[in-house]
């Protein structure tokens, strides 16, 4: 079985457990995501069942309207029974890295905003502590004027490198949804306490957001190659 399917795995496992009839559901972004809105589609078709669906990036938006969902929005629908995403790094705890694709902010919102968060992901994001598989860091969304001092500010309270993520398919910076700047940063300790570095680095002025999500994860599905799904919660 491949990476791919061991998504698909997960994915399906997760919309089977969690979306019930008359739900709103929080739509998250990624690659994994995919499967889950596949899988939600045909459920909705053989089943008839109603959901709202509430995306957290133009990602989800598209994946929403390409499968002919219900599309919905905060304004209308504020509360989200569970929302389904992807992360780049779930630790032992539950705490996530996410904002790998740049949707950090929304996610965030919607998953702010849920009943339940749950995570879905093939088995190279399982770790017991942030940082000893993915090795990207940890993104940060700011406003661009301030995305100098912003990464001084965070080097010179935890150290570490603070990189300023270019886009692949254009000159210069990735611009985020929001029309804001992605600064990586790559964290050297471990084992800090991360509901506190969540809140500091956001009392910075022109941070955004972070992609730490603590205490935010009710469940994760961890898919395998061999096909089985290891849950955590
Ligand atoms: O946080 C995210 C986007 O901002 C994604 O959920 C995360 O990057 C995981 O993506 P994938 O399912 O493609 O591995």
Redesign the pocket.
Known sequence: MSLEQA?QVAASRAVDEFVTNNCIFGV??????VYAVQRLAERVETENLKVTCIPT?FQAKQLIVKHNLVLGELDTNPEIDVTI????EVDSNLTLI???????LQ?KIVASCSKKLIVI?DYT?DSAKLGDRYKKGIPIEVVPMAYVPIRNKIAALYGGELKLRSAVAKAGPVVTDNGNFILDWLFTNQDLDWETVDRNIKMIPGVVET?LFVKMCHKAYFGHPEGNVVERS
Do not use: Y
């Open positions: 998504k998250g972004s990624g690659s994994t995501v990036s995403d992807g992360a780049d996410k904002g790998g694709g740049g949707c950090l996610e992901a994001k992609g």
